[in-house]
Every structure is written in C-alpha cells, then in structure tokens.
C-alpha cells in the first residue's frame, strides 16, 4: 500500500510539474522553434515588405495564451497595426521588440503552430533584414529571459532590381584572364619597382641571419618567421648564404629595398619601418605552399625590389562596441594587418550597445556597459542587441578588454609597425556610457553623496526632450551643457593615456566620434538654457557641436595629443534654397584636427564632401562607404550577409578607388545599378592643395552583424587585400589615363592581374599564415548553355568541385574542369581552398 501510494504522489507530481511551466521556466521556450519567411517584397504596391513568424510548440508542455512575452532583435522597423495572430509587436529601444499575446490568442498545445505576419517599413534584401535572438519572458519572473529554441530562415526567392544571379558571376568571371604563376609580380601589394633576376636563394636552417643593431626587434621578427618555417632556429656560424637587414640613408621613411640573389638576401632601409616592410614582402615573394607545413628548405626566387607607400597612413577600423570581438582575433588582425603593410588599427571601443575598454577611475564603463542582457531599465546591464539574447557574460553580446589585454594588444601592434587609435564615441553613439554613468550616480546617490554622484553623470534627469536615431535609440546622446560631461571626458583621457604610457607605447591621437546625432536632441534640456543665457554665441542647439568639440579639442591637446573625428566633427551644418547642407567649420580649421569621412552615398548629395574638407584645410583619411566599408554585402543575393544601406561592396570596389577623384571610377549606384553620373554635377573636385591633406586611407568593419569569428573572416578577407593595394602601391596606369577606352583596357588588365596573384599567391598563403583565415570564398558563376553546364571563378587557381546528384560538393566531390552534360539533373559547385575548406554553393537546374 506505501509502495501505491508513493506512486502515485510521483505521479501527481510529474504531471503538475508538465502543467506548471514555473517548475522549469526554461524549458517550455527552449522547445520553441521560431522560422522567419520574408513573403512578399514591394506589398501592396508600396516600398515595404510582408514578413512572417512561425512558432511552433516541439515540446510537450503547452505554452499558456497569456503570461508571457516574448524578445527579439530586429533592424527593420514595424508596422504595429499590420501584425496578425492576436499578438502585439511594440518597439521598446534601439532594435529591441516585444511580442505581446492579446484577447485571442490561444495557447499554443505541443505540435502546434501559430503563423504571425507583419510588415515592414522596407523590402527584403538579405538575410540581415531579418528578426534574430527570441526570448521568452514570464510575467511571474520579469527579470529572467530564456531563449527560445532553434532559429530557421525560410530561403527566399527575390526579384528587385540589381539583383546577382550565378549567370550574371559567370558573365562578370569571363573577363578575367587567368595569368600563368611565373607571370605573377610575387610581392604584395605591388611594389614600386619590381625585377625579376637570375636563380633562387635556397633558405634552410643553415642560413645565417644578420642585422643592423638599430634593426634588433625586426631580426627577432623574421627569426621567428623563420622557426615558423623550417622548424628551428637557423644554426650560428659563417657558413652558408645570409639574410642581411642593413641600414642605408636616403629611403623615404617607411621605404626599403629588397635584393634577393642565390647567395644573399639583403634588406636595406633608413628606419626600423622599413626593414619590416621588407621581410613583409619576403614572406608574401616566398611560394605560398611553403607555409603549409615545415619545409626543409624553400627555394625564394632571385629580384630587385625598391618600394614605399603611397599613403602614410593605411587604416583599419573594427567596431567592437556592438559586437565584442576576443583579444586572440585582434591579435590575429593585427598580423593580418601588418602582413599587408597597414599601420594604424582604429580600435572602436565604445557604442550604444557596449563600452569594451576596462578604466579604472571609472569601473561601471565595464561593470555595467560591457554586459547585455534582458533589462528593460539597463540599471545594471543593457539590454539585448543584434540577436545577442537574454543571458549576461556571452560573447559577442557581452565582454570587454581589461587593462592588461589590451596593453598586450597595444604592445603587439606596435611590435608589428601599427599603432592604435582608440575611439570614444561622444557624444552619440553613447548610450553605453550614459547608462554606466548612471548606474554610479544611483549607487552614490543611495550613499548618500550626492556630489560624487553628479560627478560624472552624462544626461540631464530634466532634460524631456525627445528624439530617435538611426538606430531608433532615444536616450544616447551626452548632454554637452552638462559640466559632469566634460569631467567624464577629461578622466577617460587621463586613462587611456596613462595605459598607453605603462605599455610603453606612443600615443598621438584619440578618436571622439561625432557622426549621427539626431535632430530635437537637448531642446528642452534646463541645462542647455541655462548655457545658453551664459554663452550669446549659442543660438540653438547646433551650436552645442561647436561648444563640445572645442572643449573637447583642448582637453585632448592637454595631453599633447590631436583630437580625431568622424567628419561631422569639422563640418558647420547651414542651409540653401531650405535645404540642409554641410560646410567646412573654418573655426576649427587652425586646430589641425584630423577627420575621416565616411559619407559619399553616391546619390545622397555628399559625394563631395572629403574634398571639400581638404580643399578647406582639414587634414581628411578617406573611409568611403562605398568603397572600403567592408561590413556591407558583398553583392545584392539573399543569402549574402551584410547591410547594404550605402553600397554593396566586392572586391573591386576597393581595387577600382581613385583617391584623388573617386568620382572617375565610381559605376553603380548603391543598389547595385548603372550610376546616373549627372550627380556629379557642381560637385566639388580635389585640389592640388587638397590633394596636400589627404592624410591616408582607411576601411572599416562595423559589428551589427559580426557575431562570430568566422562570420568577421568571410567580411574582411580578401577585400582588405583590394584595400591593402590601393593605400600602398602606386598610383595605377588606368586611374591616370584620360581616354575612356584605354582606362578600360588597362583596367581589365590590371583586374586580371590582381585576381589572379590573390587566388594562386595570397590566398594560399592566407590558408596557413597565423594559424589560417575563414575568408569569403565567393560563389563560382554558371551558365546552361546548350545542355551543358558551364562553370567559372572569381579567383583563378581555385579548384572547382561539383555534384549531380543534389548533395552539396565536398573535397572529395568531381573536380570542374570543362562543360558538364546537364541530363536533367541538378548541377551543385562551389571552389576549395588548399586547405579543403568550401566556399559558397552555385546550384543551377535544368528543368
């Protein structure tokens, strides 16, 4: 009878425990699977798109009607009235919604389905456009979130205009001719002067190694390299060939030459820049199959290189405030970077959804401003962004760079020739750290110290205006008015200079942000009409930038350092004709400020606007989004990640660049299509005295949609090396010519080239170099043509695999080398790497 009944209460309890989600709050949403379909673009005629969310129940507890709510990211807004499924989509901030059960909705019994449409305020391109990181939220528990289950795209077959199809890739692929590897120029990014001579040095661990004393870190650097290679160390003593690293008085700073003969290799240069500019281009001159595995010896074929930059200053910048990236795959950058002869890492350390950089005077930048999690009062964390879900300490959601890390960061890149710009947003893009700022305020505030709580707080508790970003964030912006503002500023300077100095590494400059700050921001902020009374030369709002960054500007020339900036930073915004326009601030002008300027949106009006900073005095890196943003697609296709919202970005578009007149090169409009060029009309051109203040060239990767190592790969690598080409080599034949058809026929030419040293000389390298690199492997073009499939690649020497039978290729898969017989079958390729890594899939069917 006790045995009865003990199972009975066991199964009582089992069947409460079904019915009562509370008892494992967690698990009724992890059986959740969400699918988000994009419907139908262009819906009802309008520039809009109908999406839909399909949930289904795989569990077997039944998720009740009420009681809940579900999170998730998205980047599009929403239409709230035209959702269906008796649920309510509200917008809660920056990219965060809630989908809330209404009368009507009925629980959700395991097996089932429930379908939400809804539309959205534009149409559908990629898979970005799309909703990510549910959650569910219990109202009896508000403060926990729990993620849903398995997360699906539907496949979407779109028709706008500029669409990129296989056969469009294999029409684009014709033109390139593939080149014989003894053709190849073997040093990358091209050199100044490049000769080809007689033999080939024969490097193994004989070989004797000597350097100037003024060269000893770069010895240390091709020893190693050297390690890397043979295995070991090149053995001590007289005999043998030698690698000299030679001082020689007279080369441009960052120049060197490179003579390679049977019996020596001779580095020389004026600085320690140029010596590893030089062994940079021994490692790219030497076979790329030599960086597989340990060699017993690598035969390095005999020239005669002189080369310098073009440009003194090749940049690169990563956005790690939205999405952290680890310090192991900086340090990986940075050698990257350095083997392609880049010199400044612009490190974005801090935006509205995360602050990267440990401070200690200020440790709730970090404590509070590095976590995401489910908040919807961010007192203690923030809340998620870009699908980063509700738990606190994950990467990429969450993390930062604590003190050490990144003196390690600072030391290696300057190891390496890099120095790092470190960039504060300010004063938007700093919901991070007004929500930092007011988590120390609170805790002073409950101590009783109210003085020390004001200290450094970033917003005003009056200030009841209201506005929206870009980025739909309406509490982001630093009040400029506030003197806590400037107290703030003035001690993460004091900071960051000081871990510089205990790095041991210069520090020149730092970056404070200054782009997107919306209009109605501080208009009815006390403090800002107290400054006003106080200061006749504000007259509104505007007039704050000014304020801000001259304070700004001298807290940083405080430090002996310049103040750099996004280029609204220079810029006095004005109006003609009632129109908003920008121009340079003469103002600032004197102060020798340095901006980067990303705006030329071809079709947006501010083409010009970097040649009209530099034409007006300011010193100006050119970071075009149509040119260098590498975040953005590679092309219009629905499976290709990346915003597009100011151009596509392949390959060619950083190759093709003119710095000095972008306007000559540029061919397509942001959606991909035929550029219209009477834009171009009344636009300002670059100067010779403007030419004088373009100070370098920069791209950059921002984080929306860089969750993963290996998603940051596939965006960066090899348009970084289009990047690498432009900022270092010469200015090319066919951006100087002045007769359309000989510009085109140079360029096809120098096209060709290009693509095929990166497919058979630097991608291979690529494969190996610092333990290997996940970059993009495009998808080969393919044509049915007369009952054959025809197939092709971007990068000639890259293998081509195939399938007929539906299954994706693999390694072990056909190799592509002629027409194949269509039959009525489904024809799969996609082009390997050397190290058996796939890229992406071409499929092509004939019915």
């Not at 798109?49 to 949930?55: P, R, V, W």
């Not at 898969?813 to 489904?826: M, T």
């Amino acid at each position: 009878m006790r045995y009865f009944i003990i199972v009975l209460l066991f199964l009582s309890f089992v069947v409460q425990s079904a019915a009562q989600p509370n008892r494992d709050p967690a698990r009724p949403a992890r059986d959740l699977s969400i699918q988000w379909e994009a419907v139908q673009n262009d819906y009802q005629n309008r520039p809009k798109s109908l999406n839909a969310i399909t949930i289904t129940n795989n569990g077997s507890i039944e998720l009740p009607a009420t009681g809940w709510k579900m999170y998730f990211n998205c980047a599009r807004l929403i239409d709230p009235a035209s959702v269906t499924g008796d649920v309510r989509f509200d917008l809660i901030n920056g990219d965060l919604f809630s989908i809330t059960p209404e009368r009507g909705f009925q629980s959700l019994k395991p097996g089932a389905t429930v379908r939400i449409e809804y539309v959205a305020q534009e149409p559908v391109v990629n898979i970005t456009d799309g909703p990510e990181g549910f959650y569910l939220v219990w109202d009896a528990k508000p403060d926990t979130g729990y993620p849903t289950g398995h997360f699906t795209i539907n496949p979407f077959k779109p028709t706008y205009k500029g669409l990129v199809t296989a056969g469009m890739i294999f029409d684009q692929n014709k033109m390139i001719r593939d080149i014989p590897m003894e053709k190849l120029t073997r040093v990358f990014p091209t050199p100044v002067s490049y000769q080809e001579t007689t033999g080939y040095f024969n490097l193994t661990t004989a070989t004797q190694l000597h350097a100037d004393e003024r060269f000893k870190s770069e010895e240390r650097d091709l020893s190693g390299t050297l390690v890397t290679l043979l295995g070991k160390k090149t053995e001590a003593g007289n005999t043998g060939n030698a690698i000299s690293l030679e001082f020689k008085s007279g080369l441009a700073d960052e120049g060197y030459e490179l003579a390679v003969k049977p019996e020596s290799i001779v580095i020389s240069a004026s600085g320690a820049a140029g010596i590893f500019y030089g062994i940079q281009s021994l490692k790219t001159l030497m076979p790329p199959a030599a960086w597989s595995h340990v060699q017993p010896s690598i035969q390095i074929p005999a020239v005669l290189v002189k080369d310098e930059p073009r440009f003194s200053y090749r940049a690169f910048m990563l956005d790690v405030g939205r999405n952290f990236m680890p310090k192991k795959e900086i340090l990986k950058l940075l050698d990257v970077m350095a083997l392609y002869k880049l010199n400044v890492f612009h490190f974005h350390l801090t935006e509205d959804e995360g602050w990267r950089l440990e401070l200690p005077s200020l440790p709730e930048l970090t404590s509070v401003g590095s976590q995401r999690g489910h908040t919807l009062d961010s007192k203690h964390f923030l809340p998620p962004s870009h699908g980063s879900g509700p738990d606190t300490g994950k990467i990429a959601g969450s993390g930062f760079y604590n003190r050490s890390d990144f003196i390690e960061i600072l030391r290696y890149a300057y190891d390496r020739h890099i120095s790092v710009l470190p960039e504060i947003e300010t004063p938007g893009h700093a919901r991070a750290a007004i929500k930092a700022m007011n988590a120390r305020y609170a805790k002073y505030m409950n101590a009783g110290n109210k003085e020390e709580a004001e200290r450094y707080l970033l917003y005003d508790p009056v200030d009841s205006s209201r506005y929206s970003t870009s980025q739909y964030w309406n509490d982001n912006i630093i009040n400029p008015a506030l003197p806590s503002t400037y107290r703030f500023i003035e001690t993460v300077i004091n900071d960051i200079v000081q871990i510089y100095k205990d790095a041991g590494v210069p520090l020149k400059s730092i970056h404070f942000g200054g782009d997107e700050v919306p209009e109605h921001v501080w208009e009815k902020s006390p403090a800002y009409v107290r400054l006003k009374a106080d200061h006749p030369e504000i007259q509104n709002t505007g007039d704050l930038w000014y304020y801000f960054y001259g304070k700004v500007n001298k807290l940083v020339k405080a430090k002996g350092l310049y103040l750099s900036g996004w280029e609204e930073m220079g810029l006095r915004k004005t109006r003609l004709d009632g129109n908003s326009m920008y121009l340079p601030n003469p103002d600032f002008e004197p102060e020798h400020l340095q901006t980067e300027v990303w705006n030329n949106t071809l079709g947006g009006g501010n083409e010009d606007l970097a040649y009209k900073l530099a034409n007006g005095g300011y010193k100006v890196v050119l970071t075009p989004v149509t040119n260098f943003y590498f975040d953005m697609a590679h092309y219009k296709a629905f499976e290709e990640p990346g915003y597009y919202w100011g151009a596509f970005t392949d390959i060619d578009k950083p190759f093709s660049f003119v710095p000095f007149d972008y306007f000559k090169n540029s061919t397509v409009d942001k959606e991909g299509l035929p550029l219209n060029r009477n834009i171009f009309i009344g636009k300002q051109r670059l100067t010779d005295y403007g030419k004088s203040n373009i100070a370098g060239l920069q791209s950059a990767v921002w984080g929306e949609n860089i969750k993963t190592t290996e998603r940051f790969e596939y965006m960066l690598l090899p348009r970084l090396l289009g990047f690498a080409e432009r900022a270092w080599a010469p200015d090319p034949e066919w951006a100087v010519a002045t007769d359309s058809s000989q510009i085109r026929m140079l360029y096809a030419d120098a096209w060709s080239s290009f693509l095929n040293v990166i497919g058979k000389r630097e991608l291979p390298l690529l494969d190996y170099y610092s333990g290997g690199y996940g970059y993009r492997i495009p998808k080969p073009g393919v044509v049915l043509n007369e009952g054959r499939y025809a197939a092709n690649f971007q990068f000639p020497g890259m293998e081509i695999r195939y399938t007929l039978d539906g299954k994706d290729p693999d390694i072990k898969s056909r190799i592509y080398k002629d027409p194949v017989d269509a039959g009525g079958k489904i024809f799969k390729c996609r082009a390997f790497s050397t190290n058996g890594r796939g890229g992406v899939i071409s499929k092509t069917s004939s019915e």
